[in-house]
């Protein structure tokens, strides 16, 4: 096999492979050009100086390492608000970060991240969207909604943050080790929007809270229902409200936030006045937040050493021969809504079509094969005994009184006593927040249940983990269930699964992504101990959603969905 030249899941903090200077003697004179030179390993050692421009690190740009000598003295900043113009009208908070850290495996030391633009509204001075970050020795300052860590995880050790209204907010688990938090006015210091398929949020160990004269602040306040943020062992300053926390006048969200304490020192820490709805944790509760367990995920990260215990690789592979019983055949759907079916490593394109393009396709238990697909707003089924004749489409409205913008790629699992229907959707009212906070394109996996397509539970979301989903197939590995999905936030595009005990949840932490760039539309099919994901992009196959080959699609042939049939009914297909 050869190794695929953009992998981007190295286990370990391995030595950078150059080093790159910025500033009046550097090789650079700005961040963002030291960045574009930049390859995955290199260290970019920042010089002394304030240097006001935006920098992204994009995607494609792993593992680097942002160096400064001291914080006080190597500034990055600017000055942009909620509200500027911008292309498409005024900004919203996720155009004004100073720095943007879109790829995983990043690193800062000894820097100091600024928004200056002070009481102007929604003004970030970092966002974090990468996976595995590590922040030591830096300072964050602004004054409305500072630093945003908003997915995976993230490290923050000594760090000093400061800020005024939610200056702390976003939905990663990020652990904040021995930091000083500063409140310079009246206001919140955090504002999690931790979803539910999330165990962590926010965790505070061995903090400091400080502030200004006379300031009085909330510890937090729930940007979402399951808002989750704790402090361990942390020293809070007269500035803390005694009743602690927030609702954001919305009591409902009393009843999902997890909010709690340990410990806590200082005239800030009296808990007697406390809202009922947050926790003093035991001693055996707040052992279960170490920062190992916060930051582990599914690969045993630890920030400390940079190490991981399991790495997502994908390789190039040659042209495999997929494991079919005898008696069986593979019957794919493609995207114009043909069918075709295999019985080895060859495809054949039947003269039959389902009644819709792009459906998905399940053979029940009785041997009767359901599709279902989109039909604008609505869940189209129809069954059909032979392939051939389809009975006519039911249609239903399952979002209904939900204020759907969109209903797209629903999909079908079957637990053994009903059927799991499963679709992407964005709703109006948004209380579930992607990263842009755009409703025209925020799509989550929901659910309902049925045994007869008639009567439908009512829809739940099915899968949140803090980032747009555009398509998901649930699969059964034997005693557990995967769900393999797509990564929709721009501009990665791309497949990851999570796990769960249970095909409704809850899900735990995601893989890496495990395709290339853009790949969509999941379509996964047994092959003996392997399983095949067909996408929008190719094929891959994998044992155990660790180590996954690329394989070459046959010519022709690009599934978005497949199920297992008889023989005799794939090849009695006219051809």
């Given at each position: 096999?050869?190794?695929?030249?953009?992998?981007?899941?190295a286990?370990?903090?391995?030595?950078?492979?150059?080093?790159?200077?910025v500033?009046?003697?550097?090789?650079?004179?700005?961040?963002?050009?030291?960045?574009?030179?930049?390859?995955?390993?290199?260290?970019?050692?920042?010089q002394?100086?304030?240097?006001?421009?935006?920098?992204?690190?994009?995607?494609?740009?792993?593992f680097?390492?942002?160096?400064?000598?001291d914080?006080?003295t190597?500034?990055?900043?600017?000055?942009?608000?909620?509200?500027l113009?911008?292309?498409k009208?005024?900004?919203?908070?996720?155009?004004?970060?100073?720095?943007?850290?879109q790829?995983?495996?990043?690193?800062?030391?000894?820097l100091?991240?600024?928004?200056?633009?002070?009481?102007?509204?929604?003004a970030?001075?970092?966002?974090?969207?990468?996976?595995?970050?590590?922040?030591?020795?830096?300072?964050?300052?602004?004054?409305?909604?500072?630093?945003?860590?908003?997915?995976?995880?993230q490290?923050?050790?000594?760090?000093?943050?400061?800020?005024?209204?939610?200056?702390?907010?976003?939905?990663?688990?990020?652990?904040?080790?021995?930091c000083?938090?500063?409140?310079?006015?009246?206001?919140?210091?955090?504002?999690?929007?931790?979803?539910?398929?999330?165990?962590?949020?926010y965790?505070?160990?061995?903090?400091?809270?400080?502030?200004?004269?006379?300031?009085?602040?909330?510890?937090?306040?729930?940007?979402?229902?399951?808002?989750?943020?704790?402090?361990?062992?942390?020293?809070?300053?007269?500035?803390?409200?005694?009743?602690?926390?927030?609702?954001?006048?919305?009591?409902?969200?009393?009843?999902?936030?997890?909010?709690a304490?340990?410990?806590s020192?200082?005239?800030?820490?009296?808990?007697?006045?406390?809202?009922?709805?947050?926790?003093?944790?035991?001693d055996?509760?707040?052992?279960?937040?170490?920062?190992?367990?916060?930051l582990?995920?599914?690969?045993?990260?630890?920030?400390?050493?940079?190490?991981?215990?399991?790495?997502?690789?994908?390789?190039?592979?040659?042209?495999?021969?997929?494991?079919?019983?005898?008696?069986?055949?593979?019957?794919?759907?493609?995207?114009?809504?043909?069918?075709?079916?295999?019985?080895?490593?060859?495809?054949?394109?039947?003269?039959?079509?389902?009644?819709?393009?792009?459906?998905?396709?399940?053979?029940?238990?009785?041997?009767?094969?359901?599709?279902?697909?989109?039909?604008?707003?609505?869940?189209?089924?129809?069954?059909?005994?032979?392939?051939?004749?389809?009975?006519?489409?039911?249609?239903?409205?399952?979002?209904?009184?939900?204020?759907?913008?969109?209903?797209?790629?629903?999909?079908?699992?079957?637990?053994?006593?009903?059927?799991?229907v499963?679709?992407?959707?964005?709703?109006?009212?948004?209380?579930?927040?992607?990263?842009?906070?755009?409703?025209?394109?925020?799509?989550?996996?929901?659910?309902?249940?049925?045994?007869?397509?008639?009567?439908?539970?009512?829809?739940?979301?099915?899968f949140?983990?803090?980032?747009?989903?555009?398509?998901?197939?649930?699969?059964?590995?034997?005693?557990?269930y995967?769900?393999?999905?797509?990564?929709?936030?721009?501009?990665?595009?791309?497949?990851?699964?999570?796990?769960?005990?249970?095909?409704?949840?809850?899900?735990?932490?995601s893989?890496?992504?495990?395709?290339?760039?853009?790949?969509?539309?999941?379509?996964?099919?047994?092959?003996?101990?392997?399983?095949?994901?067909?996408?929008?992009?190719?094929?891959?196959?994998?044992?155990?959603?660790?180590?996954?080959?690329?394989?070459?699609?046959?010519?022709?042939?690009?599934?978005?969905?497949?199920?297992?049939?008889?023989?005799t009914?794939?090849?009695?297909?006219?051809?």
């Amino acid at each position: 096999m050869k190794i695929l030249t953009f992998i981007l899941f190295a286990g370990s903090l391995a030595a950078a492979d150059r080093e790159l200077t910025v500033g009046p003697k550097g090789q650079y004179q700005t961040v963002q050009a030291a960045v574009d030179a930049a390859a995955p390993h290199s260290v970019i050692h920042i010089q002394p100086g304030v240097y006001k421009e935006r920098i992204v690190v994009p995607c494609a740009k792993p593992f680097l390492t942002f160096r400064g000598d001291d914080p006080l003295t190597t500034i990055l900043t600017n000055n942009s608000h909620a509200g500027l113009p911008g292309p498409k009208g005024p900004i919203n908070t996720f155009a004004t970060q100073t720095v943007f850290i879109q790829a995983n495996d990043f690193t800062a030391e000894n820097l100091t991240f600024e928004n200056s633009a002070g009481n102007q509204g929604q003004a970030v001075a970092l966002t974090i969207m990468g996976d595995r970050g590590i922040f030591r020795n830096c300072r964050f300052l602004g004054y409305q909604d500072t630093l945003l860590p908003q997915a995976g995880r993230q490290y923050f050790e000594r760090c000093y943050i400061e800020g005024a209204v939610d200056f702390i907010f976003g939905g990663s688990a990020a652990y904040f080790d021995r930091c000083t938090i500063h409140v310079t006015a009246n206001g919140y210091i955090t504002a999690a929007n931790t979803t539910m398929d999330q165990r962590y949020g926010y965790v505070f160990d061995h903090a400091s809270v400080t502030s200004a004269p006379n300031v009085k602040t909330f510890l937090g306040r729930p940007w979402r229902p399951w808002s989750a943020t704790v402090f361990l062992n942390t020293e809070l300053s007269d500035a803390i409200r005694p009743e602690g926390w927030d609702n954001w006048n919305d009591p409902t969200r009393e009843k999902t936030v997890r909010y709690a304490e340990y410990r806590s020192t200082g005239p800030g820490a009296p808990s007697s006045a406390r809202v009922s709805w947050a926790r003093q944790l035991s001693d055996a509760e707040a052992a279960g937040f170490t920062m190992e367990k916060v930051l582990a995920g599914l690969d045993g990260w630890n920030p400390k050493t940079g190490e991981v215990r399991a790495t997502v690789h994908l390789a190039k592979a040659a042209a495999a021969k997929p494991v079919i019983p005898p008696a069986s055949a593979w019957l794919a759907v493609l995207p114009d809504g043909h069918l075709a079916w295999a019985t080895g490593a060859q495809w054949t394109i039947a003269r039959v079509s389902l009644p819709a393009p792009s459906a998905r396709i399940l053979r029940a238990p009785d041997g009767v094969v359901h599709a279902v697909w989109a039909d604008a707003k609505r869940l189209a089924h129809s069954t059909s005994q032979d392939l051939l004749s389809w009975s006519a489409p039911m249609f239903t409205d399952v979002m209904a009184g939900k204020s759907a913008l969109d209903f797209n790629s629903p999909n079908l699992f079957y637990d053994g006593s009903r059927f799991i229907v499963t679709w992407s959707c964005t709703i109006t009212r948004n209380f579930i927040q992607a990263f842009q906070e755009d409703v025209e394109d925020n799509p989550r996996i929901w659910y309902a249940t049925t045994r007869d397509f008639e009567t439908f539970s009512d829809p739940r979301l099915l899968f949140d983990n803090n980032y747009a989903v555009r398509d998901a197939q649930i699969l059964s590995l034997g005693d557990r269930y995967a769900l393999v999905h797509n990564d929709n936030t721009g501009p990665v595009g791309n497949l990851r699964a999570a796990f769960s005990d249970s095909p409704l949840g809850p899900w735990g932490p995601s893989t890496d992504a495990f395709a290339a760039m853009g790949a969509a539309a999941p379509a996964a099919i047994r092959s003996a101990g392997e399983w095949w994901i067909y996408h929008s992009r190719g094929l891959v196959r994998t044992r155990d959603f660790w180590s996954f080959a690329e394989v070459p699609l046959p010519a022709g042939v690009r599934p978005v969905s497949v199920i297992e049939v008889s023989r005799t009914l794939a090849t009695g297909l006219p051809r």
